[in-house]
Structures are given as C-alpha cells and as structure tokens.
C-alpha cells in the first residue's frame, strides 16, 4: 500500500507531492493473526530542476488487533515518509501498533523513518524460541511503548536506531539490547534480563539517548 511517486513534468518551483501510504488494518475477532511483510510508505515527492520544491507523502498508519488469540509477525513491518524533493519535507512516518499478545516468528525490522511515527507493543512481546529471534526498531522522532512483559520467551538482539522516548513499562528479556541514538526519555520500569540462557551468553546493554536514562 505504498504512496504513488510524484510525477513532475515542468520546471516551474512547485514539484509534485508524493502519495500518502495506504493504512493497514488487520482485525480478527476470534482467533491467531500471522503477518508477513507489510510496507505502508510514503511516495517519494518529484522536481524538475533543482529548486522544485514539493514535500514526501505521508506514511499509513499500521494497526493489528486479534480479540482472541496472539499475533505473529514474519516479515518486516515499514511505514516510511516519502522523500522531498528540492527544498520539501520528508513525509512523516506513521504509526505501527501491535493490540494484542505478540510473538517474533523471525527476526524483523519495524520502521517509521527518520520522522514521525510511533511505534507501539500494546501487550506482551515474545519470540518463538528463547534467544533467537532478533528485532530492530527505527522510530525518527516519535516515540517506541512497550506496553506489557517483553520476553517471555526472550528476544534476541534487540537494537533501537532511533526515537524520542522509549518506554518499556514491565519486564524486558533479551540476548541484548542496544539505543544508538535517542532524543528524548529511555525510562525501563521492570528488570532487564541479558544474562542468557543455557548454552547462551549473555549480551550487552548499551543505551545512547541525549535524555534521561531510567531503569527501576
């Protein structure tokens, strides 16, 4: 559900804007949802000419709800503003939210962007087997919510490229866990676990955010 491209055909200061990304809904009212990729992007903006000017499409919004059962993600989950063009803005990210008890069926990337566009666990986070399935997070600047345990069945490598605030609000298991960058608050109120496990060492925690840092 990708925005279109613009299609600019005159050198005239005034580009074509990008599409806004379709948005993803995915409801089941009694039952397990399993979920390959899904890429919601932004289209890119278009100029003739380098002052041009025309701004990127939005991101769709992402949502996945199961009354009934868990969610497994298999794939990637994208929803990416689209490029400027000339002196334009990059379309803003948008958000991706998981409702409902999820489970890593492989290791995934979940992505917004460099702008805007939240990403949310609203329940637990678990992978398929302990320790194996790793996650990537990129969130510009919005914010990454970890709303229930994270672990269960522990992550592997977990990595945050970047977000504004990152809150986990229970426990977090994990190979590791690693914040390369962060403009706002990283608070963790329960214990973080990256001890391992039997034939598994235990990784690093490595935090990098230009706000507070909370753990406890």
Known sequence: TTGSAGND??????GMAGGVGGAVTITADNGKVGVAAITANGGAA???GGDDLANGGAGGVVGITSTGGTTTLNGNLSSVGGALAGGGVQGAGG?????????????ITVDTGATAGTITFASTLDGTTAF???????AGTGNIDFDGIVGGTAL??????????????????????????????TTFTGAVD???????????????TNGAITFG
Do not use: K, M, W
């Open 9 to 14: 055909t005159t050198d005239n200061t005034v």
């Open 46 to 48: 278009d100029g003739v």
């Open 95 to 107: 958000a991706i939210t998981s409702n409902i008890a999820t489970v890593l069926g492989s290791s």
């Open 132 to 138: 194996a399935e790793d996650l990537t997070l990129t």
């Open 156 to 185: 592997g490598a977990v990595l945050i490229n970047s977000a504004t605030n990152v809150v986990a609000d229970a426990a977090f298991t994990a190979e590791s866990l690693t914040q390369t960058a962060g403009t706002g608050l």
């Open 194 to 208: 990256t001890s391992g496990g039997n034939n598994i060492a235990g990784g690093v925690v490595n935090i990098t």
